[in-house]
Nanobody, 118 residues
Framework: QVQLVESGGGLAQAGGSLRLSCVAS????????MQWFRQTPGKDREFLAA????????SYGDSVKGRFTISRSYAKNTVYLQMTNLKPEDTAVYYC???????????WGQGTQVTVSS
């Protein structure tokens, strides 16, 4: 069992930045990868970024590549999503997820709201 808690959401101006955090607790040693998603009402969940817990390989969704950066801290059991050049269309609830193995999504956080104004 792994528990995930997101934080760092809030209000930002267009062109601004926010840094989201997701702290893992429990059996965090079992994590294969950590990922970020977002969702807005009436739309499908959108993949944003992923990072392998061991090794640190990353991947990004096309909509945020070049603006968002995922990273991790072993010492803090935390994954981050650094968001820059924010746009109003980035407004969404942002979720982190953990996978036990390639191709799986086993644990989810509660989400953190990000609102970007014009």
């Amino acid at each position: 069992q792994v528990q995930l808690v997101e934080s760092g959401g809030g209000l930002a101006q267009a062109g601004g930045s926010l840094r989201l955090s997701c702290v893992a607790s429990g059996r965090s040693f079992s994590i294969y990868s950590m990922q970020w998603f977002r969702q807005t009402p009436g739309k499908d969940r959108e993949f944003l970024a992923a990072i392998n817990w061991i090794g640190g390989s990353t991947s990004y969704g096309d909509s945020v590549k070049g603006r968002f950066t995922i990273s991790r801290s072993y010492a803090k059991n935390t994954v981050y999503l650094q968001m820059t050049n924010l746009k109003p269309e980035d407004t969404a609830v942002y979720y982190c997820a953990a996978a036990r193995r390639l191709g799986s999504l086993d644990y989810w956080g509660q989400g953190t709201q990000v609102t970007v104004s014009s």
